[in-house]
């Protein structure tokens, strides 16, 4: 995905390892690749930042962290997105290549499990949740609910919700589980169409970004383990890193940024801010 | 004969049953002097006829070119395996096309008595001006979006069969079916009726001479008689069934379960078409998954082949009985 933005003439600073401008040329795009997970935010923010300043370009393309954190050790693009952090061996790589690359954090991904609003279930462990979802449990009996089969709904495979939740909640975080999601898992193409499960069916159970859960729908509290608390999902919880099913989004530049790219970054952080919410993510807090 | 709109799975027998008064049209324009605009219209109509036939033959070039890297690169038992992960290199297709199967047999199951019922009713019992009605009413039907049909289907359908059969959920092989049933229905009883229109009347007239009543006549001698008409009714009504996508991919659940158990169609299911259509969009041109993805076009495409060769050989044999049509 690229997004063609707005061009202008550039008489701006630009970062110390661009090209100088030719004069009578396109101006410097701001060049931006990465997570599939942060391609559709990236992409409202450079949307709208251009209308703040029409005289920046931003190319936004996906691909996934690795790509994208690749292509910034290569100096191919400018602001890696990442939905995780950069690892040690990608720190390394990027320091061979004389880069220090410095982290932001942009946004938080919080998933919110959600059941029909008469199910009497309130909380549930990650343990549990990765037994429902992986076909273990099978009966709401079970986890304290009435007697109805478990009805799980989820996000198609190729949603980058499906591999975060796969991951980190089904896997529980260990990269050498193999655990897949129950074949009878429903996956439904859309948020909307999960709600809309959710909202008319009494035994089903479904998860969502955050930002898309809608009234209708009963939000389940998730605690890591069984004596710890059941935190509800909010934008105080998440940010203050009591909601477990919650991670932080991040985008990584070469060495301190400056002219564009830090108005850039400076802006995601405070005003862009502002739309996190409506593309299902969590803002940052302050 | 009924001179009504038809929609473009009906063309198909229509179009063969035509085949010969456009020859005689051609046969008497050349007692005729040579026309210049004869000659270019005539010609243009050959091109944009054998060109139908030459994209035919590119899609299905371009389906193998895509799709047949897939049965190298995927090994057989994996391909043919129960468990569908694209995402964790799990390519099984068993789980989508028994889905197709199972949905698309029940659909026909229930669209079949209920399709040829309306076209003997339609032909035979209903006086004129109900039939008047009737038939460009069910082929309206035929108009309504997939879309549409599957958001009805989603909000309304669910539920009841949810509620009314007791099934966990009411996204199920059987609500796929029940919509695929209805989406069918009207080429169904358009074709079953033309058939039936074919029987020559001398047939009926026969029938209640020999002291038959009505309803014998009907079902012992014209049903009979149109039975090469109804099966290809059928088929195609199968043709549209297994290739529907839109409606299937909104009601049925899309779970790659293997349909196998008892209770398998009160439960979801995964379709090939609906596969196709939820992963085409992200997966990236050139990989396994991608190839997978045609191949399992292909799997359709070879489904779709040989029911229409099982209709094509219906006919034949058929004709060679001597029979009608």
């Not at chain 1, 309130?122 to 009966?139: A, E, F, M, R, V």
């Not at chain 1, 009591?242 to 005003?271: F, K």
């Not at chain 2, 390519?91 to 209920?114: E, F, R």
């Not at chain 2, 006086?127 to 460009?136: T, V």
């Amino acid at each position: 995905m690229i997004a063609a933005l707005s061009l202008s003439s550039c008489q701006r600073v630009h970062p110390p390892n661009a090209t100088p401008p030719v004069p009578g040329t396109a101006p410097q795009t701001i060049e931006n690749k990465g997570s599939d997970t942060l391609v559709n935010l990236a992409l409202a923010w450079a949307e709208a930042y251009i209308q703040a300043r029409p005289d920046v370009r931003i190319s936004v393309t996906g691909g996934g962290s690795g790509t994208g954190i690749a292509a910034m050790i290569n100096g191919t693009v400018d602001i890696a997105n990442a939905s995780r952090a950069m690892t040690e061996e990608e720190l390394r790589a990027s320091r061979v290549n004389g880069i220090e690359p410095i982290e932001f954090v942009v946004a938080r991904d919080a998933i919110a499990v959600v059941v029909h609003p008469d199910n009497p279930v309130d909380g549930l462990t990650l343990q549990q949740i990765s037994d429902i979802y992986t076909g273990k449990i099978t009966n709401w009996r079970e986890l304290g609910g009435e007697d109805r089969p478990i009805v799980l709904l989820s996000r198609e495979s190729n949603s980058g919700t499906y591999i975060y939740f796969l991951e980190y909640v089904l896997r529980m975080g260990d990269t050498r589980s193999d655990l897949l999601f129950s074949p009878d898992t429903l996956l439904l193409p859309s948020s909307e169409g999960i709600t809309a499960e959710v909202r008319q069916n009494p035994n089903a159970i479904g998860y969502e970004g955050l930002g898309y859960v809608t009234g209708n729908v009963k939000v389940l509290g998730v605690a890591v383990r069984e004596q710890d608390p059941y935190v509800m999902p909010s934008v105080e919880t998440v940010n203050d890193g009591l909601y477990p099913v919650s991670r932080p989004l991040y985008m990584y530049v070469r060495g301190e940024p400056v002219g564009e790219i830090a108005d850039y970054l400076n802006w995601i952080l405070t005003d862009g801010q502002e739309i996190v919410l409506e593309l299902g993510f969590v803002p940052l807090e302050g | 004969m009924c001179g009504a709109r038809m929609n473009d799975q009906e063309q198909q027998p229509r179009r063969e049953a035509r085949v010969e008064p456009v020859s005689t049209a051609r046969g008497l324009g050349q007692g005729r002097d040579h026309h210049w605009g004869e000659f270019l219209v005539e010609n243009a109509i050959r091109v944009l006829g054998f060109s139908a036939i030459g994209f035919v033959v590119l899609i299905f070039l371009f389906l193998l070119q895509e799709g047949l890297p897939t049965f190298f690169r995927v090994e057989l038992p994996i391909l043919f395996g129960q468990r569908w992960y694209p995402t964790f290199d799990l390519y099984g297709t068993m789980p989508l096309i028994l889905g197709s199967v199972l949905v698309t047999i029940v659909a026909i199951a229930i669209a079949l008595p209920l399709g040829v019922a309306t076209a003997v009713f339609v032909r035979e019992v209903a006086p004129n001006w109900a039939r008047e009605i009737l038939k460009p009413m069910i082929e309206t039907l035929a108009g309504i979006p997939s879309v549409v049909l599957g958001f009805f289907g989603m909000t309304i359908v669910a539920p009841l069969v949810r509620d009314v059969l007791g099934a966990p959920t009411g996204l199920t092989a059987f609500t796929g079916a029940l919509l695929l049933a209805y989406m069918s229905l009207p080429t169904i009883i358009s074709v079953a009726e033309d058939a039936l229109d074919a029987v020559p009347k001398s047939y009926r007239d026969a029938g209640l001479a020999m002291g038959a009543t009505r309803w014998q006549t009907i079902w012992r001698v014209v049903v009979p008689a149109a039975r090469s008409g109804i099966i290809t009714a059928i088929m195609l009504g199968m043709g549209r069934a297994i290739g529907e996508t839109m409606a299937v991919m909104m009601v049925t659940g899309n779970a790659a379960r293997m349909p196998v158990t008892a209770d398998s169609l009160f439960r979801p299911v995964r379709t090939m078409t609906a596969t196709i259509a939820a992963e085409m969009g992200e997966v990236a041109r050139g990989s396994t998954h991608y190839h997978v993805l045609f191949g399992v076009g292909i799997i359709l495409f070879v489904l779709t082949f040989m029911i229409n060769l099982a209709a094509a050989s219906v006919i034949f044999q058929k004709r060679r009985r001597g029979g009608l049509r």
